[in-house]
């Protein structure tokens, strides 16, 4: 594999959405789909290889839990990377607050308080450059924003090679009637635009997503869609699809259950110097009722 | 009058004639070490599950700061097709959930929500979720207006007993 691309891999792994071939990063909220007047949903944020299972290490985002005492997401000695923005979009678009907030050896939790009815996003979203380097005949490795690059990258670099990459991870959850709001897309990087609600998905019945490349219908990008629980199954069940002209892609739900969709494209075009590459990801965690 | 007109009297007339519809839905009595009654729902569907009606929402009522309402997704289908986009309660279609034995409803054409509805082909679905239990959804076809006396029965196996549909022109 390309260093780049490995080590990008491998960066994505401890705090974004990433790659087939790396850990898989997700949230997993305890509902989707609420009733009541009071209702409130726990959600379990973890980077692991089995779906939807606490086994490698914490999603580790801002604000939920002591971050300088838990574990760094990476080898023991390993400088702990920037914990991830978690934005929470009430039914109106309005910000709402995680409460109780809490980080373990494997998971991170925090809980929302859906006080008003309607359909919330839990989102994460990342994007900047991913830079590798020799100075002085040692490999280099630098992440972080457009803005510092030339303020933290040597000009002289060597083999200098950066990639352009943006990642979301998204979770729906709906008390009540199911609204849009919070489906608008941001025009940044890779995005689901729903044409099915996603809080409204049915086993035995076809689901019909738009993905959009900064606002704009990607075409032939691959999907995955695994259904957790796969510790206790031989096959992954994935589930393999590529979006069509119009960046619009189908999938018919086998069964019931929680799911992980992820999209993710590499490509040269519409690249910015320095970059020479672009890489963007979309993830979400889906949950299918039983009709 | 000219024979071809008589259906069209007939269907006409039919609301006049205020026919009848009756409901009869088996709470089963269940050997389970925990027991809470079933909440149901009960409405009428056309044939592609599309929601026509509701006729009764039984649910936990009592519990303080309406905690009831919490598990009213749990009558899943329903949820899907009318509840979610309700405010409970529901005048004259929701209540305390129900008893073991058999429960009777009684419709009337001169009344919502049989006065609104066109003739056509439809089911009736009756949904049943418990605590601690299982859940279980039966659906009786009929059309309407009844033309002549007609029963209608299905029988369910776990949270359903027999469910049986009369109607009278």
């Known amino acids: 594999m390309h260093t780049l691309i490995k080590w990008t891999a491998l960066t994505l792994a401890i705090c974004l959405p990433l790659s087939a071939h790396a850990h898989r990063a997700w949230m997993l909220p305890s509902a989707t789909v609420l009733s009541g007047e009071d209702p409130w949903i726990t959600v379990d944020a973890a980077v692991s290889n089995d779906l939807f299972y606490f086994e490698h290490f914490p999603l580790r985002i801002q604000g939920i839990g002591n971050l300088d005492n838990a574990p760094a997401g990476g080898p023991p000695g390993m400088r702990p990377r920037p914990a991830a923005v978690l934005q929470l979009f009430a039914p109106d678009g309005s910000a709402a607050k995680a409460e109780n907030g809490s980080i373990g050896r494997y998971r991170s939790t925090f809980d929302l308080h859906l006080t008003q009815k309607g359909t919330y996003k839990l989102a994460i979203a990342n994007s900047g450059l991913f830079a590798s380097y020799k100075e002085n005949g040692e490999m280099r490795r630098w992440m972080g924003k457009a803005e510092d690059f030339a303020k933290q990258v040597p000009a002289n670099a060597e083999d200098l090679k950066v990639a352009q990459n943006n990642s979301r991870m998204e979770v729906f959850v709906t008390s009540g009637n199911p609204t849009d709001t919070v489906l608008k897309t941001t025009g940044v990087g890779l995005e689901l635009a729903p044409v099915t609600h996603p809080n409204d998905l049915f086993?035995?019945?076809?689901?019909?997503?738009?993905?959009?490349?900064?606002?704009?219908?990607?075409?032939?990008v691959e999907v995955s869609v695994i259904p957790g629980g796969n510790r206790y199954r031989d096959e992954l069940g994935e589930i393999k699809t590529t979006s069509d002209a119009n960046g619009t892609l189908s999938i018919t739900w086998p069964s019931a259950g929680m799911y992980w969709l992820e999209a993710e494209l590499s490509s040269t075009e519409g690249v910015v110097a320095p970059a020479t590459e672009r890489r963007a990801s979309y993830s979400a965690t889906l949950e299918v009722l039983a009709p | 009058m000219p024979k071809r007109l008589l259906p069209l009297f007939a269907l006409l007339s039919a609301p006049v004639l205020a026919a009848e519809m009756q409901l009869e839905v088996e709470i089963p009595r269940l050997q389970v070490a925990e027991y809470h009654r079933p909440y149901v729902a009960i409405w009428l569907e056309q044939p592609d599950q599309k929601h026509v009606?509701?006729?009764?929402?039984?649910?936990?009522?009592?519990?303080?700061?309406?905690?009831?309402?919490?598990?009213?997704?749990?009558?899943?289908?329903?949820?899907?097709?009318?509840?979610?986009?309700?405010?409970m309660p529901i005048d004259g279609v929701s209540g305390a959930t129900r008893a073991v034995g058999n429960q009777q409803l009684s419709f009337n054409s001169a009344d919502a929500p049989l006065k609104q509805l066109a003739p056509g082909d439809y089911?009736?679905?009756?949904?049943?979720?418990?605590?601690?239990?299982?859940?279980?959804?039966?659906?009786?076809p009929f059309t309407w207006p009844p033309q002549k006396n007609a029963s209608h029965s299905a029988q369910g196996s776990s949270e359903l007993g027999q469910i049986t549909l009369h109607l009278k022109p």
């Open chain 1, 203 to 220: 086993a035995g019945e076809a689901a019909e997503f738009t993905l959009l490349l900064d606002g704009k219908p990607a075409a032939g």
């Open chain 2, 53 to 87: 009606a509701n006729l009764a929402v039984w649910y936990d009522q009592k519990l303080k700061d309406k905690e009831g309402e919490k598990w009213l997704k749990d009558l899943r289908q329903w949820w899907r097709r009318s509840g979610r986009s309700l405010q």
């Open chain 2, 123 to 140: 089911r009736v679905v009756v949904e049943a979720v418990r605590e601690v239990g299982g859940r279980e959804l039966l659906r009786l």
